[in-house]
């Protein structure tokens, strides 16, 4: 026996010697030695005969899964999920009022306090302006002076 034991634990018995093994270790003659190992074979002839069929391990599994809860324990737990959503909904609504907060252009702030410092400030960028309309418009007047040239030569032609 010991032999095939060794044969069994390096995975290279048969069907056959496994089957002798089963027997050897099911009788109530087992030597001291093999008392460890009579017990896992044991064990895997009772796990065997379990069956997921067994309606005592389906009842133990529903059990485990949901337990019976008192009443106080049931409205605590819906509050803490009604309190749960209501969190979630209050830390969207932070984050979207700030999304929106950062991305609206901020209104225009009066930078003067005096009237007569702000129609300086403002005739300066006037004259600015109008000093660049000069240069476009020169520009311009060139650029229109080109497209004349350019239909009389195409219309010699």
């Known amino acids: 026996m010991e032999e095939l034991l060794k044969k069994y634990w390096n995975c290279e018995t048969t069907l056959e010697e496994e089957k002798q093994l089963r027997e050897f ?3 109530n ?11 896992l074979f044991r064990y895997f002839e009772e796990a065997k005969k379990k069956s997921l069929n067994d309606v005592a391990f389906e009842g133990q599994v529903l059990r485990k899964v949901n337990p019976s809860r008192g009443k106080v324990a049931k409205l605590i737990y819906n509050t803490m999920r009604i309190a749960a959503g209501l969190a979630v909904v209050i830390a969207a ?14 209104a225009v702030v009066d930078t003067y306090n005096d009237p007569k410092l702000a129609f300086e400030e403002t005739k300066k960028a006037l004259l600015m302006i109008s000093k660049s309309f ?3 418009e020169e520009q311009a007047r060139k650029i229109n002076m080109f497209n004349e040239a350019q239909e009389e030569i195409q219309g010699k032609n």
């Open 25 to 27: 270790f099911g009788a």
């Open 29 to 39: 003659h087992i030597p001291d030695q093999l008392k460890d190992t009579a017990a």
């Open 93 to 106: 609504t932070w984050f979207i009022r700030n999304e929106i907060r950062d991305t609206t252009p901020q």
């Open 134 to 136: 000069g240069t476009a």
